[in-house]
């Protein structure tokens, strides 16, 4: 449980939505909050199309010569670090939010993750959440990792930057060489606050001026400063090479920021992103879309073969999606692996959990957190 | 209700190459070429096909470029402001023939 005291005024102001004020599912009590409703949404409706014609995900993989989807090497150690955010986006998949105190990883937990990572030989660990900074682990776990000689990836809401509490933070992971992964839909105004919260933008320009002022955003590999950007509404995102040149010369020329590079990420059909297709009748067309640009070309480097993702209580799943689905990893045998009890052999022998939402990932030109796969 | 218009027909257009493959295949290719970036972006080309679409008021065109040009990363507002542009192209055809009127008037008037 994270104190309220944290929960100060200055992390309240962000109003999400410029029509309707977002709340988690959570806080609403919603029965989508949870997972089996998620799942169940999806397998209700009819798809055809896809290379089996079905609309099911394990068929399209076997089609494409993948008759069990099973791990490469593992290259990221994913950590969420808990639910909880300053911000509530429309879109987001682990219905963070303020209200969300409760799950937030504890300093044990933290500990057995960092054994775990001397274990995995993964060269780089990757921080979310909710907002990880607000986790009060975070500034030692980022240490713990830099000693270990690990590449850490921070994604950044970029509004907790503005708050007073987290200010030093740009500075502070730039001498530790930590990539900052920022969350931007639009380098206009219009649809970054409609995705997430009024006033949005304007924190998120600043945010990037002080990660500019740092030193991020302009070439140096240690000091990286990358963006990312989700559709505002249901369509697939463009070609991420294109998009990051246009994005790179209008956040120039309107706010002189600068920053290295974009991944253009696919909204993932769970969550509060799916709670809005079914409030906008949107679910069957999104789900067609998805399922029609299944591209068989992105299987191959999807973030599940080469990642574990870990859950603030020390689960572990194949991917980020997957733990806000609550599907845990299936290694042989019956047990439910813990990051206390890390087994990269075990790990390895897993097959990886896959159902409907996995077509988000597997779209047009893939999406995974690295960005596109194809 | 019958009508001419079928928004299911925008998903058969390459079906109009049943009747002579050869230049379907010839139109598709440079289709696609068109729209590729090039010295304008894709996402400027999707903003004129857009305005086009709007000027030409082929509704087939509006749905596939309003959702063409949200992919290629352009927002309501761009979008709108493309959409006066055909706007004004179109309403300006009309007054500039009124310079046409104007002179016949002054021609024949006392």
């Given at each position: 449980m994270i104190s309220l005291k944290v929960l100060s005024e200055e992390l309240m102001p962000t109003t999400p939505g410029p029509n309707a004020t977002t709340t988690s599912l959570r806080y609403r009590r919603?029965?989508?909050?949870h997972p089996s409703v998620q799942l169940g949404a999806l397998d209700a409706l009819t798809l055809k199309g896809g290379r089996e014609g079905a609309g099911r995900f394990e068929l399209d993989l076997k089609a494409s010569n993948w008759p069990t989807l099973t791990p490469a090497t593992l290259d990221i150690f994913q950590?969420?670090?808990?639910?909880?955010?300053n911000m509530t986006c429309r879109h987001c998949h682990v219905d963070?939010?303020?209200?969300?105190?409760?799950?937030n990883m504890d300093r044990e937990t933290v500990d057995a993750c960092l054994r775990a990572i001397e274990l995995s030989g993964a060269h780089t660990v990757d921080l979310t959440g909710?907002?990880?900074?607000?986790?009060?682990n975070f500034e030692y776990l980022v240490e713990a990792c830099v000693a270990q000689g690990k590449h850490v990836i921070d994604r950044c809401n970029?509004?907790?930057?503005?708050v007073r509490r987290y200010r030093h933070l740009p500075k502070w992971m730039a001498e530790r060489g930590v990539e900052v992964v920022c969350s931007l839909p639009?380098?206009?105004k219009l649809n970054t606050d409609a995705q997430r919260g009024k006033g949005t933008y304007v924190k998120s320009i600043e945010a990037l001026r002080q990660l500019n002022a740092a030193g991020?955003?302009?070439?140096?590999p240690n000091r990286q400063l990358t963006l990312v950007s989700n559709p505002v509404g249901a369509f697939l995102p463009g070609n991420q090479a294109t998009l990051e040149a246009e994005w790179k010369s209008a956040l120039e020329a309107n706010h002189g920021v600068t920053f290295d590079r974009l991944l253009a990420l696919t909204n993932m059909p769970i969550s509060r992103y799916l709670e809005w297709l079914l409030q906008k009748g949107l679910l069957e067309t999104y789900m067609e879309r998805l399922v029609n640009a299944f591209?068989?070309?992105t299987i191959a480097g999807l973030m599940c073969r080469n990642t574990i993702s870990v859950s603030w209580d020390g689960r572990l799943f194949d991917c980020d999606f997957n733990q806000q689905l609550e599907l845990e990893v299936q290694v042989p045998g019956a047990a439910r692996p813990h990051v206390k009890d890390f087994n990269l052999d075990l790990l390895m022998q897993r097959q990886i959990v896959t159902h409907r939402h996995c077509y988000g990932c597997t779209a047009g030109a893939g999406s995974s957190c690295g960005g596109q796969t194809a | 209700m019958e009508t001419y218009y079928k928004p299911e027909d925008l998903a058969k257009?390459?079906?109009?190459?049943?009747?002579?493959p050869e230049l379907g295949r010839a139109f598709f290719s440079y289709y696609g070429k068109v729209f590729e970036?090039?010295?304008?972006t894709a996402r400027e080309k999707s903003l004129i096909a857009l305005a086009v679409a709007h000027a030409i008021q082929c509704p087939y065109c509006i749905d596939a470029y309003a959702n063409d040009a949200l992919e290629k990363g352009s927002d309501l507002e761009q979008m709108t402001e493309a959409v006066h542009v055909a706007t004004a192209i179109r309403g300006g055809a009309s007054l500039v023939h009124g310079v046409q009127m104007l002179e016949h008037v002054k021609a024949t008037m006392m």
């Open positions: 919603e029965p989508l909050a950590i969420n670090l808990g639910k909880l955010c963070s939010g303020p209200d969300r105190v409760r799950e909710g907002a990880p900074e607000l986790n009060p970029l509004t907790i930057l503005r639009h380098y206009r991020y955003g302009q070439g140096d591209n068989p070309a | 257009f390459g079906d109009i190459a049943e009747g002579n970036d090039g010295a304008l």
